[in-house]
């Protein structure tokens, strides 16, 4: 057979195992999978009125996530070697974008630093903030019986002026879920995630009172109340599951 004829068989193969398995599902009555999104979110905050505790501004200046993490389709184990993902079942984004965006609006809201943002506006000392995501995942043992929410970080804190870390935090959590489904292994994913940052923030508040390369911020004139992150509908109060559509959740088990 000429050499294009060659090409062409493998496509028509192809095409035709995808056409005997649409309709192998038709014939059987079953649903094609729906894809579902998922986010974590932020309890339910409010700025801090206090002035800042450092003069230098913060730069969160990355967010990584280990290789089999930083895809958008959920990583499960039920193993202690392999990792998978679902197909049907994804991030809204891609986990170091999510946890950037949320560290964020956690930080400039704890109104620790003059200024919080991701990149320098100027050349002037700021300190840098690097996170490195090393699980965000669901754990399935006992032949899939339990389920957990595993999450596990690690935060840096780099002076540019002396290129040092000069602090440190880490954590590696995870809690069970009772009710075996993907938007309860992401709510207690995001129960994780609050709890932490906020002994994460105590941390910090209390390295910073003491830094001396920290300067005082100066005082500046704050609004008598500041409303609440409920008023920002990314920030949601309770986690929530952003679905594709409304068709029932059993049709990728949740």
Known sequence: ?????????????S??????????????????PVKRYYSLQND??????NAPICAKPLVIAAVEADPPYDFRKIAFRTGGFEI?????????SAPSDMLKR??????????LFVTTDTYVHSVSDHLALYATIYAIEELNEAKGEQWFAHLAMEFRLRDSRTERV??????????PVVEKTSIQMVKQLSAIYNDEMKAMLAKLHVFL??????????????????????????????????EANSADAASDGG
Not at 2 to 13: A, C, G, H, Q, V
Not at 44 to 49: D, G, I
Not at 84 to 92: A, E, G, I, N
């Open 1 to 13: 057979l000429p050499d294009e004829e060659n090409e062409m068989i493998p496509r028509r193969l």
């Open 15 to 32: 095409a035709i195992t995808t056409i005997l398995i649409l309709l192998a599902l038709s014939a059987c009555g079953s649903k094609v």
């Open 44 to 49: 339910s905050l409010a700025a801090v009125v």
């Open 84 to 92: 998978k993902h679902y197909y049907f079942r994804l991030w809204s």
């Open 102 to 111: 949320l560290l964020m609006r956690r930080l400039r809201l704890a109104n």
């Open 166 to 175: 000069v602090w440190e935090h880490r954590f590696d959590s995870r809690r």
């Open 209 to 242: 009172k003491g830094y001396a390369d920290c300067g005082q911020a100066k005082s500046v004139e704050e609004p008598a109340t500041t409303p609440a992150a409920e008023n920002a509908p990314q920030e949601a109060t309770a986690p929530t599951a952003f």
